[in-house]
């Protein structure tokens, strides 16, 4: 028995150390804190959801869900091959187009009159802290953080590992002019050495002018966050980009609610919404949303272009890899929504959105 507990001990220990990490953030202090406490969707202790949102339907059990972790997984979780993708070169775009690279799951850059947006970037072949889990699949890291231009804005929605990456960001600091988060994620960048200055925090319906005709909102989502043992002690936002030219919807991570059509009846319509569509489960549904509820809360959104999100760069959920691109871009067509899925690394001229290839098609499955 007391070898049984030294051990339990020493493992608690063990993880405990570990969470020291840098890559794990800071909890909010001071004047960060005091903004955190005065928020209205920061109750008992913690960040909360507009509706009931519990982590796991009500009709599923824990054991079931481990149960299908590990037997019920699609046999197509992953891509066995390397994914296809385009190589633009970033730093010679022309300054004159609209543009929109997507780099797989929620990273993209986004060049709009003029100014550069990067948008939840990981390229650090992983998405939680331990660089042997949640890998990325084959392919989807064709850019590194050294390759990315002179970035004006870095938008993160939320402090999840596969939105907000340590190595990543701190390799972008030099080159990053503003940052703009959710409240209480401007913590863990502040420690990370961005300077207080440059973050621009807000909570839900909070605005920011940033000039030049640029204007942010943060909007609502219905998620949660957490780096470590500690749940919902920054926001999860989306966000609503106004620029000279086009208005933008990044979503973040979301399951589906009523907030899509409050933020289309009261920012929209948009030029382009870009709305997560991958890693669901029924037993977290309210986290995550169906591929046919992304179709559904572009229109609440009068999105008039939809690009499909969080997909294509890590297995996150059991479905096969591309099951999500395949049921939003069948709801689209049904629906007879605009919809554009580009290629890894393709250059996507905003002014024109045309369609894009099925590049996923005839991808073997992992064994």
Known sequence: MVILVSVIVALVLVVLLFMQQASFGK????????RILQSS???DGKFQNQSYTPDLAEDVSIFKVLNDVLFNRSIRNKPAGKLPS????LLTIDPEKDVIIWFGHSSCL???DGKKILVDPVFCGHASPFTFMMKSFKGSDVYTAEEMPAIDYLIITHDHWDHLDYQTVNKLKPKVGKVITSLGTGAHLESWGFKPDHIIEKDWNEQADLGDGFLVTATPGRHFSGRGFQRNQAMWASFVLQTPSKKIFIG????????????GNE???????????GQYNNAWRYIHMMPEQTVQAAIDLKAKVLMPVHWAKFALALHAWDEPIERVAKEAHRLNR??????IGEEVNLNETVATVEWWKGIEPSN
Do not use: V, W
Request: overall charge neutral; aromatic content about 8%.
């Open 338 to 343: 605009r919809i554009i899925h580009p290629m």
């Open 41 to 43: 969707t920061y109750k």
């Open 86 to 89: 385009q190589k633009t070169n």
């Open 267 to 277: 920012h929209g319509p948009f030029d382009l919404a870009l709305l997560e569509c």
């Open 252 to 263: 973040g991570d979301s399951g589906y609610d009523t907030h899509f059509a409050k933020i």
């Open 27 to 34: 909890a909010a202090t001071g004047e960060r804190l005091s």
């Open 110 to 112: 986004m060049q709009i």
